[in-house]
């Protein structure tokens, strides 16, 4: 049981929009900066949007990240075959010490 | 080009030990935190262990502590995970990456098995 909250899959087709929620609570994403990460098949992950909404150089403006009170979402416009991956969100939890994580979205570009 | 390369991993009996490192190019590694992220086979990622940038000060997820013991060598740009008492439920990839907080970098990661 993950400490923050994603579904377990989404899916949009070509060219179309997707979000992807990420619910938490006071001590984490209520309290520290939220990070999304992209994990294709095989690979290690990278860093997709840092600090709730930044983007890291060469990361495209398709990809953004917002966050309201303890809930974070990850929007992808344009949707491409290869944003096919694992999303993850991940923060600093303040009551526990540690950096907690989502279960992971799996995006399935149809 | 930042570069974090993981080495240490493999097969070991319940009970068993083993040390991971990970060396780092492309960046001065002196000034920044580091960390380790595990991934169980099928599963998703959970955080390990992080370590400030001179030692002094490092984090552990509740169900490694008293277990493993995250270190580093600023002069070898190094860091290191020492893994003791190992168990099945640890058995995963091992990821190092920069930072604390914020993963903006990671390796290719290393896989410890525990099993007998």
């Known amino acids: 049981q993950s400490v923050l909250t994603q579904p377990p899959s989404a899916s949009a087709a070509p060219g179309q929009k997707v979000t992807i929620s990420c619910s938490g609570s006071?001590?984490?994403?209520?309290?520290?900066?939220v990070m999304w990460y992209q994990q294709l098949p095989g690979t290690a992950p990278r860093l997709l949007i840092y600090?709730?909404?930044g983007r890291p150089s060469g990361i495209p403006d398709r990809f953004s990240g917002s966050k309201s009170g303890t809930s974070a979402t990850l929007g992808i416009t344009g949707l491409q075959t290869g944003d096919e991956a694992d999303y993850y969100c991940?923060?600093?939890?303040?009551?526990?010490?540690?950096?907690?994580f989502g279960g992971g979205t799996k995006l399935t570009v149809l | 080009e930042v570069q974090l390369v993981e080495s240490g991993g493999g097969l070991v009996q319940p009970g068993g030990s083993l040390r991971l490192s990970c060396e780092a190019s492309?960046?001065?590694?002196?000034?920044?935190?580091m960390s380790w992220v595990r991934q169980a086979p099928g599963k998703g990622l959970e955080w390990v262990a992080n370590?400030?940038?001179?030692?002094?000060?490092?984090y552990y997820v509740d169900s490694v502590k008293g277990r493993f013991t995250i270190s580093r060598d600023n002069a070898k740009r190094s860091l290191f995970l020492q893994m003791n008492s190992l168990r099945a439920e640890d058995t995963a990839v091992y990821y190092c990456?920069?930072?604390?907080?914020?993963?903006?970098?990671w390796g290719q990661g290393t896989l410890v098995t525990v099993s007998s």
């Open positions: 990456a920069r930072g604390a907080r914020r993963f903006e970098f």
């Open positions: 492309g960046f001065i590694f002196s000034d920044y935190s």
């Open positions: 370590i400030r940038q001179n030692g002094g000060e490092t």
């Open positions: 006071s001590p984490n994403i209520g309290s520290n900066y």
């Open positions: 600090d709730d909404n």
């Open positions: 991940g923060t600093w939890d303040s009551s526990r010490n540690a950096v907690v």
